[in-house]
């Protein structure tokens, strides 16, 4: 386990500084901050002077060097756009996405467990039809469409949330929309995996011995349906993590998506590059639990 | 077994149909009723809540360069002017002034005016010497706001509350404008350094500075000390919402009571509500397309003008703007400033006459090949699609026109470093309200180039009086003729700034995009 934990580790740092350059060259790939920071009376000069001020005049890999370094030193590396330091910004930007996504998941994981399970034992059934049509809408509709849906309908039809802000009431809508697709989702795969088990020998010879019925699936057939499934929980918590750049900017709400959004458009590159550095650790870091509780819950993963 | 199974689907049906059943009592209930948060004549609005498109970059004197910084930062900076509804300018700090010569100025400063840290007592020639001399130099961005020779000024104290600006050379007529930006801090306070007066900023303004959280909110709160006009709220919130659906639900629901940039399909619906209304004012933002006049066709005035007579202006303010949100350009001088022609009739929508102009020049030589038409997508309402359109219109002439929309990013870069040879869709808002300031920035002035020596005079003359010289109007009205006449740009439109507001608040906008709230006030009934 050891060995296993180390070797993941390192390869996440790989990955951590592969991420680090490739955006860091596409970041700069496509524009000028300097000119987007001055206004359209700026002269040659005035985007020369600005540009060097922020060391953008130096050859590429003497910036990267030098953004590694001052990054990870927290206060040293400043956003171009808001003159703070930027990895304070992305760490507090991430304090309200993990708030957002730990709220989507318990809701899609609340959801979708019990409601596949009931699509998968009754399966044919009216109640298996619906759900499989709620699953459907609920992957095919785009977050935005959602987003304003929920909005319309919840807070300026019926006025029962408010639109936006922050605060466990404005957190509701966000969460949401977040959690439409995951409950959809997972939904669909506990279902299947749970049709899978229910028709094995074991649940058979469980039924035969007189077992009630919630023992079997519970005790018995949910535990095995579910590893796959808590596999895909991680993954999307950090799909969500990365990828609410829809979603923050519909409610207003100051996390990760928004803050790469508008540090996407407005050339901020230590932001964009800090974020995505952070981003790339959680993502990693979510991946390695992952993989030792799959360990954890399934001994045939943990012998080989 | 089977008797359990249908039971369940029963259970679940019947929990699906009593959502929809509490769902149907509460269309039924909660019919939106709009906010009732009038406040009785006479009483403060305790909290104004503003809706903030973009996250200001900064709050300093130093970095911030846009009117998303400079309408928040004047409610607790007091600049030495600044301008009132009809763009005039008048003494904020400052309470009167002399142009004694083309490069000398004395400025008297009003007393009583106090910083909101007691610890800084009051504002004094002592603090405007030492905020002019740190934020308006040539290494702040701000400078870029200021005419070069302002930002070469000697500042002198000669007594506490008079002080002599002198510039070296001429051509500050427009001084007083341009100070409309200068902030002043405490001199003390500027001597702790930059990183503490950025974080938190102190000055005499009617406002004092409590936090701002980015990408979420800046606040401020009344200054009970304050030196000028009587101020009736006591807290001012601004809101960081970048999506505009999300802006107008919370302005709808009661959750804002201000919001900029309301876009003309929104009107109906904002003025059909009882507690909102749609004030309008004419911007200080243009729309034109520059020609870079140096580079062939455009060197040919006939081309330059069949492109004018091509673009149905009136049709692009129907049909994009709905007719609420833009007036067809008709000039180059703002037409807010009084030095406009309110009588000028500009080029009018005349395709017939464009193809004539366009045969005289190719019979006399000159090529007319395809022209790629650029506009930025992501920088003005609707201007991806005012580029469309005109691409539309000079086909519609017989040219054949590539149209390419980039974000602002890509294409500004090339603008200002003056490598354009296409022609190029920009905005230019005249924050510094002077009628010649349009053509004296760099990149209209470059692409413009070369003009007669006649107008060069014009300008410089221009530049030495003071707004509100009667002959600026005579001296302007003659250049905007000869420039326009000359078609060294397209004329666009012009936008007419639309705001909603909540009926609780006696507020309207200003012509120069900034959102002051320092004359408002609970409505009277």
Redesign the interface.
Known sequence: MYQFVTQRLLQALATIIVVSIVVFLFVHASGDPAALLLPEQATPEDIANLRAQLGLDRPLYIQYLAFMKDFWRGEALKSFRYNLPALPLVLGALRWTLALVCGAMFISVVLAIPLGTLAALRRGSLVDVMIRVVAVFGQSMPSFWVAMLLMLFFAVRFRVLPVSGLGFKHAILPMATLAFFQVAVLLRLFRSEMLEVIHQDYIRTARSKGLREAIVVYRHAFKNAAIPVITMVGLQFAALVTGAVVTDPIFAWPGVGFLMVNSVFLKDYPVVVGAAIVAAVVVTMINLAVDILYGILDPRIRVS | MMRR?GS??VL??AV?LGMLAIAGC??HA?A?TGTSSRTPAGQRIQELKVAQI??P??MDCW?F??VDEGDIVRHFLEPLFDFDRDGAIRGAAAESWEMKSPTEWIIRLRKGMKFHDPKYEELKAEDVVASLDSCVR??S?L???FAKPILKHQAEILDEYTIRLTMPEPGTGGLLNNLAYAYIYPKKYLELGKEQV?RRPIGAGPYKFVEW????RIVVERFEGYGGPEQFIDRIVW?????A??RE??F??G?LDVIPFVQPAWVPEIEANPNTRVERVVSGRHIHIILPVQEPPFTDKRVRQALNYAVNKKELVEQLFLGIGAVPLTGAIHPILPEADPERAGYSYDPEKAKLLLREARANGVKVGKITLYAPN?RYTLDKEMGEAVAGYWRAIGLDVEYINQ????L??N????KLKDPLL???GNIRLRAEWIFE???NRHYADPIPEEWQKLIDELSRTISGDPRRIELARKLDKLWTEDAKWVFMINYVDLYGVNNRVDWQPYAIENRYFLDAKPRKK
């Open positions: 199974q369940v689907d679940f049906a699906v509460w269309a909660a939106p973009g996250n970059s900064a970095n360069t846009a040539e290494t961005r400078a870029i706001a950025a959280v980015p990408n979420q809101r960081i919402i970048p999506d659906f999300t639900s919370e709808l629901t959750g992501d974000p602002r990013s890509v500004f870069p603008l200002f470093t003056f920009i905005g230019f920035v760099g990149y």
